[in-house]
Each structure stands twice: as structure tokens, then as C-alpha cells.
């Protein structure tokens, strides 16, 4: 089923400033390369700054004028997310767009965090929550703030609860993905709702990039030097069926729309319009999961965020 489309005009953001987790490479460089573009002041928030630089290197050579700054973020990490958090508070730069994009996907065995989460939920959902809730105040210190949280197609997979976010009682890998991916979009629709109610002037939406090229997708990522056999097969896909792959460059529409589009609204939620989401170009509107329609489910989810890493939004 092919969606209709949105209509993706990338207004002037001289002067303002952007945050972009994972900006390193694909649709986060993709991402920070499309926002300095269009003039805006882009963090680029990264594990490891050799390839924050390259990055740089990247846009820059795309993008001459391009003003960027690289900053230390590892999100299997709370003391690190909250060291972010302090020195982009310090500077005290009132931020415009927060994109939470990076992540982690379908180790092959159980991961935890430095804090002792399940990698995927730990780093994918608590890190930027955490990071969010850190920033918040940077946040609502900008005229009218947007945070974007990238979500994915496998937030639609069925059975996800979250009475074992951890996988304390068994790992399975893309099971455990969907889990984090699923509360990255309760997340953000619950930030859209307690940001109305608390009058925070924070918008907050999500996106997905349907099924993208990436490095996330090509299995190495977070200490895994070669790719997984699903990795492989996934690459295979990518030479026999491209037709259901888009590249980078189209992949961040959805996410940029949520990011920069005027018509971008709250609590929604953006895709590809291609055949269910997968591929076709363009943006439209996601479809959303029972789960992440629920008011209940998303303030406990928020409720055990907050329990987790000790980051309270106080409102």
C-alpha cells in the first residue's frame, strides 16, 4: 500500500542550532549534512571522535561554510550522557532541533550497557531519554524546539512488552530491538503530551527511515568489527532486491521532515511512502502501534525511564 505524500521544503535555519546523535555516518551524517545545508549550527554528537572528524570532513567538503562541532557521546552510557548534557549546558546555546538518531541493532548475543541494560533498550531508549531530559532545559530555552526520535518498522512487530525490557529471561535479538525501538516512539509521544500539559513549547515527534543503507544495517556497529550472517543476507537483499532499499539521502526525508518541515505536527509519526513503509521515497504518515496509542503504557514506560536512569523531567 503506497501512501500519499508530504511535501518536504527544508526552510532557512541560519543561526539556529541542531544536535544530531550518531552523526557520524549514515542517516545521522545524512542527517547533520541536510541541516547544515540549510545553515543551521549542527553538533555532531558521536562515540568516537576520529570519525566525528571524518564526518566533518564529509559535510564540509559538500557543504564549504558549514559551521559544526563535534562532542563525545556514548549512549550505553549515563555518566557520559549526562557529561554531554553538562557541557552543552555549560556553553548554555538555547537548542533548536534535537535529533535522536543513533543506535544499536540486532547483536547476535546478549549486550549490556556500562549501567547494566540490555544494549539495544539500554542505549537505544534509555540514552536518549536520558539525553533528552538533560537537555530539556536548552530545549525550552529556544523559541519553539523540536525533538525528533528515530523509530523504526520493527516497533510494529507483535508481542513486545515491556515486562522484561532487559531480556533478563531470554535474548532474542530482533524481538529485543523492536522493544527498544517501540519505546523510543512512546517516548516521543509522551514528551509531545507532558511538554503541552507543562507548557515546555518543546514539540516533540518521530520518524523512520523505512529500510535504509546504513551501517546499522550492515552489522557492524558497537564493537562488532564484521557483519552478522543476517547482516550478509541483508546485504544480499541489497544487490537482488534494491528496489526495496533507499539510499541515505532519501532515507532522512521522513526524519528531516519531522525535524524542519512547518507542517510537522506533535505526537506523529513519519515514514517512507513506499509499499508499507519500506522504501519508495518521500514522506507520509507511519503507521502507529496500539501500544504506543496508549497514554497508560507510554507514562509507565516514562515512569520506568525515569526509574532507570535516575533523569526526572519534573513534570
Not at 79 to 94: K, N, T
Not at 123 to 143: Q, S, V
Request: charged share 20%.
Amino acid at each position: 500500500m503506497v501512501k500519499d505524500g508530504l511535501p518536504l521544503e527544508v526552510p532557512e535555519f541560519t543561526g539556529r542550532l541542531a544536535v544530531v546523535t550518531g552523526a557520524n555516518s549514515g542517516l545521522g551524517l545524512g542527517l547533520a549534512r541536510a541541516l547544515a545545508a540549510a545553515g543551521a549550527d549542527v553538533v555532531l554528537a558521536v562515540r568516537n571522535r576520529a570519525k566525528g572528524e571524518t564526518a566533518a570532513a564529509d559535510i564540509r567538503a559538500a557543504v564549504p561554510d558549514a559551521e559544526l562541532s563535534i562532542a563525545q557521546l556514548d549512549l550505553a552510557s549515563l555518566e557520559s550522557v549526562a557529561a554531554l548534557g553538562e557541557y552543552l549546558g555549560s556553553e548554555g546555546r538555547p537548542i533548536d532541533i534535537l535529533i535522536n538518531n543513533a543506535g544499536v541493532m540486532t547483536p547476535p548475543h546478549r549486550q549490556q550497557t556500562g549501567d547494566g541494560f540490555e544494549l539495544q533498550f539500554g542505549a537505544n531508549h534509555l540514552g536518549h531519554f536520558a539525553l533528552t531530559g538533560h537537555l530539556l532545559p536548552l530545549l525550552c530555552a529556544a523559541p519553539s524546539a523540536r525533538v525528533v526520535t528515530v523509530s523504526s518498522i520493527a516497533a510494529t512487530q507483535r508481542h513486545l512488552d515491556f515486562t522484561d525490557p532487559n531480556a533478563e529471561r531470554g535474548y532474542k535479538a530482533m524481538q529485543s530491538y523492536g522493544i527498544a525501538k517501540l519505546a523510543q516512539l512512546m517516548f516521543a509521544m509522551e514528551l509531545d503530551r507532558r511538554s503541552r500539559r507543562n507548557g515546555w513549547t518543546v514539540s516533540s515527534n518521530a520518524a523512520h527511515p523505512g529500510l535504509a543503507k546504513t551501517n546499522l544495517l550492515s552489522g557492524a556497529s558497537y564493537g562488532r568489527d564484521a557483519p552478522t550472517l543476517q547482516a550478509r543476507l541483508t546485504q544480499l537483499t541489497w544487490r537482488l532486491l534494491p528496489f526495496m532499499w533507499l539510499e541515505v539521502d532519501e532515507a532522512i526525508k521522513p526524519t528531516l521532515y519531522a525535524a524542519v518541515s512547518p507542517a510537522a505536527d506533535g505526537a506523529a509519526y513519519y515514514g517512507p511512502r513506499g509499499f508499507y513503509e519500506t522504501a519508495g521515497g518521500g514522506v507520509t504518515f507511519a503507521k502507529v502501534p496500539p501500544q504506543a496509542h496508549s497514554q497508560n503504557d507510554c507514562r509507565e514506560l516514562w515512569a520506568l525511564s525515569e526509574r532507570l536512569t535516575g533523569v526526572s523531567y519534573g513534570g
